[in-house]
């Protein structure tokens, strides 16, 4: 993997967004520090997982990345060329070659349009088609890819199921044939017999077109099947990065263990061999994290060093890095 | 528990049963792919807009008041035409009479015939009605949409220029205009609409401000559409059908507000009659000649239960969350 | 007098809607003893949370439930008015829902809402029903409940608000609690608390609990028998193990291998495999198939699957598949094939 050369790098990304808080003024705006000093890099052709819970930033990670947010700083490297500071139209160009698949498959579609528009939109956008015909013709060829028929072309998205909806997102999607996209808990929306469909999908593209993503999940083993590298966030900080056989085998980081202890596993003798790691109350709010590390709050390990500063990811070997003073 | 017979439609008994032990043996071969029915939609492709036609004409009181409302439309057009009387022409022959051969719904204190007048009155009502939406639908979401789309300063500034609008009671407007133009039926038009723009403009904000946050929109910036081309594909075409709604029930209103005016004294100015000035002539002598004040009563009504059961009639059925 | 502490015969419920009349539960039988945990498992649209609340009588007006029987502890529950059902629900059957949120009305303190079952079933006075409400709310693991009790709903979390939806469904002590995917909204580390206080209060209080989920990761966890649903019809019931490892039902296979295998998350070597999804989309309930439902999917549909759906056969003792395979005749026909 490493002798692949990065297609997408992030460094230090910070996206702070301003809330309007209680009273008037200035002075009573509050800073959510939603995506807080990430770095990671995905080599082409590759799947960079990243989990966490809820509220913890994977998704604006995702967006900012597609630059559907200005980012507050840090630097987003495409293909070797430095994308942060692009206006919108000097990143236009870019677009065609990274997209975005949605998690919510009846948001994502809109209603008013049929397959035919959705999927043929991205392809008159960006002029890569010259007439009506072979717009039609690509459009038929995309659903057939995702595995729909030629009569759900002229169909509205509400006629479909979640499944079917998501796989017209994909399609629309892979209708540029981008080099990366951005999958936004694709799959969690979905029922599990679906789920399994989607994640063929996206893995089957990978092989022929050699597509990069970022996956985004919270679902612990989806991402095992399908990451090559994974990255665990928690509070807007990314925690512990490492290959996935090494951060499934090795897992250095305590908020990881317990993430991964926590999550179900279809099978009852497992189920009851496991031992958990219960973590005592809940996520603090983003608004107001607490100081150092963010998970000390929860933290079995924690000590007043955790208090003081946030710890640094630090690398202790097999391209493994883990951001916390106690585990290395 | 409610039973109700027709929610269990009879289902025929199931060709086999697992206790049947002489199955032909074919019948578990392997079922062919193509027998498989996955993926299969049955239902008929139905579009937003068909799909309210056909609610809209399964509603059988908003099909009534449609009907009512063409009705009344050909009356306002032909009646006029076709009478042997104008309006304005009086007859003091025949002044005061109930309804009759001649004159149908009867005439009024100057023998003016009472059916021409409504009709004409028709006329006035409707054209403010239908006006007052047009203008109030074009300015609202052109205004609506600019300050939602820009958003940050510009709606503010624009939402405020509304608030300053809103603050003012439409009446002293419709007072101060009629004093400085005179009652006619432009400086009511004018009136009502300066402040029947206003809804629709909140509301297509409102609206385009949700939609602008819906993953399809976010989608169209992914792939590339322009500001301009997320505006018309699909921020717009997803915000109309509640502001049609909105401006549909406008036009009752508009057509009330004018026959309020009117009949307050303050609208539109003899000779010329609308269903207001009627209605307000009536009330003098109700209690002799009760039909000069019932009929364009009648006739106020009747429309606004028209107009508005039209109005119910198109919200069920451009309801936004698309029934499957 | 039935033995089982609820007991549902060919339970149907359709629901009228604008295009037409969707049947939404085809028939299914049904029981809970007492002190079981029982799991039901489909995907979105297979019946399950309208199976749990046809019993409850809690649909809406374009609903109509038939049953041949419905009975919950010696009582008919067809027969009974609204009023009793009313007493019935939230003093002997307790309920929690998949989002805590709405379930929680935003305008009383958490307090409020927890000792109004315990004044109006239970008969307690202000001061009893007060001092019971912060033991509940100790015992669902809420710190500091003398606190707690006069906050609102929006002051809590996700989580805390789930566990206050548990103490207002536990607090009367009922016979039966149902729980509609109570962790799907969930985070992944709130849902295993949620799961191990709902498995502490069935061992203290020695409820029934029907759990009603999507996620064959949750059942395999905490419960003793499933029932596994899907277009409107039982699959598959059994107890745990057989569900997961005598698997009779090639929907409920499919379930199982459509998750990532060995994906044993604790230690050990992933060795990745192709999924094995189900392909194509669930029925419409609208037009249901004559036959059986997943025959369209199933990657072992045989011509009769289609013309008739298959009864529930009995496999062992407390094992029952719907499915044509178990059919004699089926065995005869791929023995001859082999």
New interface residues.
């Given amino acids: 993997m490493e002798d692949k050369r990065p297609l997408i790098e992030v460094q230090g990304l910070k996206m702070y967004f301003s809330i309007a808080g209680k009273g008037f003024g200035k002075k009573s705006r509050q800073t959510l520090k939603a995506v807080d000093d990430v770095s990671f890099s995905i080599p082409e052709g590759t799947t960079f997982g990243l989990v966490g819970e809820s509220g913890c930033g994977k998704t604006t990670v995702g967006r900012t990345i597609l630059k559907l947010y200005k980012p507050t700083g840090g630097k987003i490297v495409f293909d070797g060329k430095d994308i942060t500071d692009l206006s919108e139209k000097e990143f236009s160009p870019y677009r065609k070659d990274m997209q975005m698949i949605f998690q919510d498959p009846y948001s994502s579609l809109n209603p008013r349009q049929t397959v035919n528009e959705i999927i043929g939109a991205p392809l008159s956008v960006q002029k890569l088609v010259s007439s009506k015909e072979e717009r039609d013709e690509r459009v038929r060829e995309l659903v057939h890819m995702v595995g729909l028929k030629d009569d759900h072309i002229n169909r509205y998205p509400h006629e479909f199921s979640g499944g079917q909806r998501q796989r017209i997102g994909i399609a629309r999607a892979l209708a540029l044939r981008p080099k990366f996209i951005v999958c936004d808990e694709p799959i969690s929306a979905l029922d599990v017999s679906i789920q399994a469909q989607v994640v063929n999908i996206l893995e089957e593209f990978q092989e022929e077109m050699g597509l990069t993503y970022l996956f985004i999940s919270h679902d612990l083993s989806m991402v095992r099947h399908i990451s090559h590298r994974v990255g665990v966030m928690y509070l807007g900080h990314l925690v512990e990065v490492a290959d996935v056989a090494e951060l499934f085998e090795n897992k250095r980081h305590p908020y990881t263990q317990s993430l991964m202890s926590a999550a179900p596993v279809a099978d009852p003798k497992k189920a009851a061999a496991s031992k958990r790691i219960l973590l005592e109350g809940d996520v603090p709010s983003p608004m107001n994290p607490p100081s150092g590390c963010p998970f000390r709050t929860r933290c079995r390990y924690a000590t007043e060093e955790c208090a003081a500063a946030m710890p640094p990811l630090r690398d202790i070997g097999n391209n493994h890095q883990v951001a916390c003073y106690n585990m290395l | 528990?409610?039973?109700?017979k027709n929610?269990?439609?009879e289902?025929?008994a199931?060709?086999?049963?697992?206790k049947d032990?002489d199955?032909p043996?074919?019948?578990?071969?392997?079922?062919p792919e193509e027998?498989?029915?996955?993926?299969?939609?049955?239902?008929p492709?139905?579009?937003?807009w068909r799909n309210a036609y056909l609610?809209m004409k399964s509603d059988k009181l908003a099909v009534i008041g449609i009907f009512f409302l063409i009705f009344m439309i050909l009356v306002a057009i032909f009646v006029p035409m076709f009478s042997p009387y104008t309006y304005d022409q009086q007859d003091y022959s025949a002044i005061y009479q109930s309804p009759n051969a001649e004159h149908p719904l009867g005439t009024d204190m100057f023998g003016r015939d009472l059916l021409v007048r409504i009709a004409y009155g028709a006329r006035i009502s409707l054209t403010i009605g239908v006006v007052t939406a047009i203008v109030s639908l074009v300015v609202g979401v052109l205004f609506g949409g600019i300050s939602g789309f820009f958003g940050g300063k510009v709606d503010m500034l624009m939402m405020r220029f509304v608030d300053v609008f809103a603050s003012v009671p439409s009446l002293l407007y419709s007072i101060l205009l009629i004093m400085f133009m005179g009652a006619k039926m432009t400086s009511i038009l004018i009136a009502i609409c300066m402040t029947y723009w206003l809804n629709p403009a909140r509301q297509t904000r409102g609206q385009i401000l949700t939609i602008k946050n819906?993953?399809?929109a976010?989608?169209?910036?992914?792939?590339?559409?322009t500001r301009f081309?997320i505006l018309m594909?699909?921020l717009i075409?997803?915000s109309m059908g509640p502001i049609i709604v909105t401006v549909m029930l406008l036009i009752p209103s508009a057509i009330f507000d004018e026959a309020f005016l009117s009949f307050i004294g303050i609208g539109i100015a003899v000779p010329v009659a609308s269903w207001g000035t009627l209605a307000n002539d009536g009330m003098a002598t109700m209690g002799m000649y009760p039909h000069l004040m019932l009929f364009p009563a009648l006739a106020i009504c009747l429309t606004m239960f028209a107009l508005n059961f039209i109005g119910d009639g198109l919200r069920d059925a451009l309801d936004p969350r698309?029934?499957? | 007098m039935s033995e089982h502490l609820l007991e549902v015969k060919n339970l149907q419920t359709n629901f009228a809607t604008g295009a037409g009349i969707v049947q939404a539960v085809r028939g299914i039988d049904l029981y809970v003893d007492s002190g079981e945990f029982l799991g039901i498992v489909g995907e979105s649209g297979c019946g399950k949370s309208v199976t749990m609340l046809s019993i409850m009588r809690l649909l809406a007006d374009n609903a109509a439930v038939r049953a041949d029987k419905l009975e919950f502890n010696g009582k008919d529950l067809l027969a009974e008015n609204e009023k009793a059902m009313k007493k019935l629900r939230g003093n002997e059957i307790g309920m929690i829902f998949q989002d805590p949120m709405t379930s929680l009305n935003p305008l009383y303190t958490v307090g409020t809402q927890l000792m109004e079952p315990l004044k109006l079933h239970q008969k307690l006075k202000k001061k009893e029903a007060k001092e019971k409400a912060i033991e509940m709310l100790r015992i669902v693991g809420i710190n500091e409940p003398e606190k707690r009790i006069n906050q609102y709903p929006h002051e809590m979390s996700g989580g805390m608000r789930q566990r206050v939806m548990i103490a207002i469904a536990m607090c009367c002590d009922p016979k039966i609690l149902i729980a509609d995917e109570p962790t799907t909204a969930l985070d992944v580390t709130i849902q295993a608390q949620i799961m191990e206080l709902m498995q502490e209060l069935k061992e203290k209080f020695s409820t029934s609990v029907i759990l009603i989920t999507h996620d064959l990761g949750v059942i395999a966890q905490v419960c003793t028998r499933v029932v596994v649903m899907y277009g409107g019809l039982i699959m598959e019931e059994g107890s745990l193990d057989q569900i997961f490892y005598e698997t009779k039902h090639p929907y409920t296979q499919g379930l199982l291998e459509s998750v990532p295998r060995d994906a044993e998350l604790e230690d050990g070597v992933y060795e990745k495999q192709k999924l094995k999804p189900i392909p194509g989309s669930p029925p419409d309930l609208m037009n249901p198939p004559k036959g059986c439902p997943f025959a369209a999917r199933c990657r072992y549909a045989m011509r009769i699957c289609n013309m008739a759906p298959a009864e529930l056969t009995t496999v062992s003792e407390g094992h029952r598949a719907a499915c044509w395979l178990l059919h004699p005749q089926a065995a005869a026909a791929r023995d001859k094939e082999v």
């Fill in positions: 528990m409610r039973k109700k929610m269990f439609p289902t025929p199931p060709a086999y049963t697992m032990t199955i043996a074919e019948l578990f071969q392997p079922l027998e498989k029915l996955t993926d299969v939609i049955n239902r492709s139905i579009s937003y609610k819906q993953d399809y976010m989608a169209a910036k992914v792939v590339g559409e081309q594909r699909h075409p997803n698309l029934k499957r």
